[in-house]
C-alpha cells in the first residue's frame, strides 16, 4: 500500500511547490508510480510547471463532485518519467475559478473532505500509485486543513524566518498534534554556510529538532542555480548530479522509512 | 416467560433480544447525558456540519471517531472500533454522542446500526 504525503507551511513562498515537484521527480526516477495533485486553490502553480496539455477536468471539479479523479489526472510519463509513471492533478488558475473556491461554504469543505479522504482508496489501491504527492496551500485554511487530514504523511516546510519559525510551532502543536500525523520538519532555504561542516550541521538539527519538537528530515541549502531556474524545469530531473537533487534523494529516503 | 415462548424457546435468540434492548437503553442513557449536560435536545433534524474546524473543536475522543467515520463513509459501531482499535461498546457510545451532537446520523437496518456523515448523492 502506498502513502499520500502532504507538503504544507505556516507561511507563503517556502518552496512547497519546488519541493513537491522535485520529490515526486525523485520517486518517479527510482521506479515509483507517483501522482502530483495541486491543492493549492488560491494560489495554482502546477499548471506552469507541466507544460502539457490541459485535462478537461481541473481537481475543483473533483471536489465539486463534477468528475472522478481519472478524468482530472493528466498523464506526464512521456515527459517527464523515468523508470516510474508520473500523472499529475492540476488546480484552475483562472480568476474566477479562484474566487469561487475561496467563497465556498463549510457544507461544501465538509464534503470535500470525504472527496480528499476517499482519493487513499481509489488512487492507492485501485490505481496502484505508490506515493501520493499533495501540494497545499499555506496557512490554517480549509483546503490546507482538508489535505492534511487526509494524508499518511506531512511535511512541513519552513525557512529561517523568525516569524515562519514561531508560527510553525504552533501550527503544528495546535493542528498537527491533535489529528495524530506523522510529521517531519523541512527546513528549505538554508544558508550553505550553517550547513559548511558536519559538526555545524549536528548543532543546527539539534537546536531545531528541539525548536520544533518533531524530527528536521532535511535541511535543503538555498542553491542560487535553482532560484534561476525559477519553476521553468523540474530541476532534479534536469541536473541529477546538483547537490539540490542528492538533497532530495535523501529527504526522500527519510520519508520512505516514516 | 412469555417472552421466551414469544421467541420459540431458543435461548440464543432470547439473550440477543435482551443485547439489543441493553443496547438501545444505553443509547437512551447516552442521549439522556447529553441532554443534561447541554441543557436542551440538539434537534437531530437539523445536522450542524462537521467539517474540519469543527472536528478541530471537537475533544480527542470524539475526534477520532469522527474522522474515522468520514473516512469510512458509512459504518457500524464494530468497522469504526476496528480501525481506532478501541472497543465496540466505547465506539457505540461516541458515536451516538456524535449522533446526539447533530454532526452524524443513525439508521437502523436489521439488527444493525450504521451511523454516516452525509448520504451519498
Given amino acids: 500500500m502506498g502513502k499520500i504525503i502532504a507538503l504544507h507551511s505556516y507561511k507563503g513562498g517556502t518552496g512547497k511547490t519546488l519541493l513537491s515537484v522535485n520529490l515526486a521527480a525523485t520517486y518517479v526516477r527510482r521506479g515509483k508510480n507517483v501522482c502530483l495533485l495541486d491543492l493549492d486553490f488560491r494560489a495554482p502553480s502546477l499548471h506552469a510547471v507541466f507544460k502539457t496539455k490541459n485535462s478537461e477536468y481541473w481537481l475543483n471539479d473533483y471536489l465539486n463532485g463534477a468528475c472522478e479523479i481519472d478524468k482530472v489526472l493528466v498523464d506526464v510519463t512521456r515527459e517527464h518519467g523515468r523508470s516510474g509513471k508520473f500523472f499529475v492533478g492540476l488546480a484552475n488558475p483562472a480568476t474566477e475559478a479562484i474566487r469561487e473556491m475561496s467563497s465556498k461554504d463549510r457544507k461544501w469543505e465538509m464534503r470535500a473532505l470525504g472527496r480528499l479522504l476517499s482519493l487513499k482508496t481509489s488512487l492507492l489501491n485501485d490505481m496502484h500509485h505508490d506515493y501520493v504527492i499533495f501540494d497545499t496551500s499555506p496557512g490554517l485554511q480549509y483546503s490546507s486543513i482538508n489535505a492534511i487530514v487526509s494524508t499518511d504523511v506531512a511535511l512541513v516546510v519552513t525557512s529561517l524566518d523568525a516569524s515562519d519559525i514561531k508560527g510553525t510551532q504552533r501550527m503544528t502543536r495546535e493542528l498537527y498534534d491533535l489529528f495524530d500525523k506523522k510529521t517531519g520538519i523541512v527546513m528549505n532555504k538554508v544558508l550553505a554556510e550553517i550547513l559548511s561542516s558536519k559538526k555545524e550541521k549536528q548543532k543546527f538539527y539539534k537546536h531545531f529538532n528541539s525548536v520544533h519538537n518533531l524530527p528536521i528530515l532535511e535541511a535543503v541549502p538555498c542553491f542560487c542555480d535553482v532560484l534561476r531556474a525559477g519553476g521553468t524545469y523540474i530541476f532534479s530531473e534536469e541536473k541529477p548530479e546538483h547537490p539540490f537533487t542528492k538533497t532530495l534523494d535523501k529527504l526522500a529516503t527519510k520519508i520512505e522509512k516514516l | ?121
Fill in chain 2, 1 to 121: 416467560m412469555s417472552i421466551y415462548k414469544k421467541l420459540d424457546g431458543k435461548p440464543t435468540r432470547l439473550l440477543e433480544k435482551i443485547k439489543e434492548n441493553l443496547e438501545r437503553l444505553n443509547e437512551k442513557m447516552d442521549a439522556m447525558i447529553e441532554i443534561q449536560k447541554h441543557g436542551q435536545r440538539v434537534n437531530p433534524e437539523i445536522p450542524d456540519v462537521l467539517d474540519v474546524m469543527t472536528l478541530l473543536s471537537l475533544p480527542d475522543h470524539l475526534r477520532k471517531t469522527a474522522v474515522t467515520l468520514c473516512k469510512l463513509g458509512e459504518a457500524t459501531a464494530e468497522e469504526v472500533a476496528e480501525q481506532t482499535k478501541r472497543a465496540r461498546a466505547v465506539e457505540s457510545g461516541y458515536l451516538n454522542q456524535l449522533v446526539i451532537m447533530g454532526y452524524m446520523k443513525k439508521e437502523r437496518r436489521g439488527r444493525k446500526a450504521y451511523f454516516y456523515v452525509e448520504k451519498e448523492g
